[in-house]
């Protein structure tokens, strides 16, 4: 998910930038996309208790930031949810796995928001087969209780950066959402999966080019579209009026830039103290949503306390050229007949900036 994708600094010319980048005062002072972040202050802004848990929903972690989720309020108490197929990822997820265990992260957040006011949600997943709806849901009230992890849902990131060296201790917590790894064999073995299967992404040309198509370089291109991979910031919009930050660089692996992006995702791997591993005793799309579900309760109880998750799962992608590592893992660190639905990198670090979202208005069906 999610993102996973390190933010492509590209600086053509060795990383050298010129004078004429140097941003000015008043430049910086006007390069946060406020616009692709309203979202998430207008979570719970709305009048309808439906649409202020959906609000709420549509931070949660996702492949690529793709938001790949609709609604549609049905009567006065009940939301159809969708995967939206045009927001698909054929080459890093041609199943759509990893986008589905994004939709099990949207549920979550939905019923977690929703037990805040004291509602429960029953839901029915694919209730007309794989190609309709992911969820029809009925919100009952007075029939739930609020959930503490509620009060991170805004905290809550998927982290972007190096770790520091505080070590993970034991947090039972955690292990009752997933696997931590923390020996030094085993961790070991991981971060070379993990950091093979990134080569392998980054040397792939359909599954590299497939995050630079989703790049959004600078403040007008993230309030533009809010989703795929944001590069923004003071500096990186002052590169891109330069010239010096460009899909077409970030395309070439070779570009010192684009090699130093390259090289932080290898650097953040190796920062991470800790690994955990997500699994699933099946592979149904079932299964997939309760992954997801797992997922962002284990970020949340991360946030909580004051832990940072990565997703790594470029290990878990199921393209041909995956294959190879993709079986390792497995015949490595899962049981007979399980799947390993995510990889994560756990340790400390400071809080990572929110992600750009899509107003919960253009994600209803029926707004």
């Not at 929703?114 to 029915?124: C, I, L, N, W």
């Not at 309760?290 to 940072?308: D, E, F, H, P």
Request: glycine residues 8%; proline residues 9%; charged residues 20%.
């Amino acid at each position: 998910m999610p993102t996973t994708r390190r933010k492509f600094l590209t600086l053509i010319g060795g990383g050298v930038v010129v004078a004429a980048a140097v941003p000015s005062a008043a430049f910086l002072a006007t390069r946060t996309p406020t616009k692709a972040l309203a979202p998430w202050d207008m979570a719970g802004q709305y009048p309808d208790p439906r649409l202020r848990a959906l609000s709420f929903a549509l931070l949660a972690p996702n492949p690529h930031n793709r938001q790949p989720w609709e609604a549609e309020l049905v009567g006065a108490d009940a939301v159809t949810i969708w995967r939206d197929p045009a927001r698909d990822l054929p080459a890093t997820d041609p199943y759509a796995r990893q986008l589905t265990i994004g939709m099990g992260c949207f549920l979550e957040l939905m019923d977690i928001a929703a037990a805040e006011e004291g509602f429960a949600v029953e839901t029915t997943l694919f209730p007309d087969g794989e190609d309709g709806p992911v969820a029809q849901c009925r919100f009952v009230p007075k029939a739930a209780s609020p959930d503490p992890l509620f009060a991170h849902v805004l905290n809550r990131r998927s982290h972007k950066e190096l770790f520091s060296d505080r070590p993970v201790d034991a947090v039972p917590l955690l292990e009752l959402l997933g696997e931590v790894v923390t020996a030094p064999a085993q961790l070991a073995r991981l971060k070379t999966l993990a950091k093979d299967a990134w080569m392998v992404e980054v040397t792939t040309p359909a599954t590299w080019q497939e995050s630079v198509d989703l790049l959004r370089i600078g403040k007008g291109q993230i309030n533009a579209n809010p989703d795929g991979i944001d590069v923004g910031g003071p500096m990186m919009d002052a590169l891109k009026l330069a010239g010096l930050l460009t899909r077409e660089a970030a395309g070439d692996i070779d570009n010192p830039g684009t090699r130093q992006s390259i090289d932080a995702m290898l650097a953040a791997v190796d920062s991470a103290p800790a690994m955990i591993l997500q699994k699933t005793a099946g592979n149904t799309r079932a299964d997939q949503i309760a992954a997801g579900r797992r997922w962002v309760r284990l970020n949340l109880t991360t946030t909580a306390g004051g832990m940072a998750l990565r997703p790594v799962s470029q290990v878990l992608q199921e393209y041909p050229e995956m294959a190879p590592l993709y079986q390792a893992i497995h015949a490595e660190f899962a049981g007979p007949g399980e799947t390993v639905q995510m990889l994560g990198l756990l340790g400390y670090a400071d809080r990572t900036p929110r992600t750009p979202r899509w107003p919960l208005e253009t994600r209803l069906r029926n707004a």
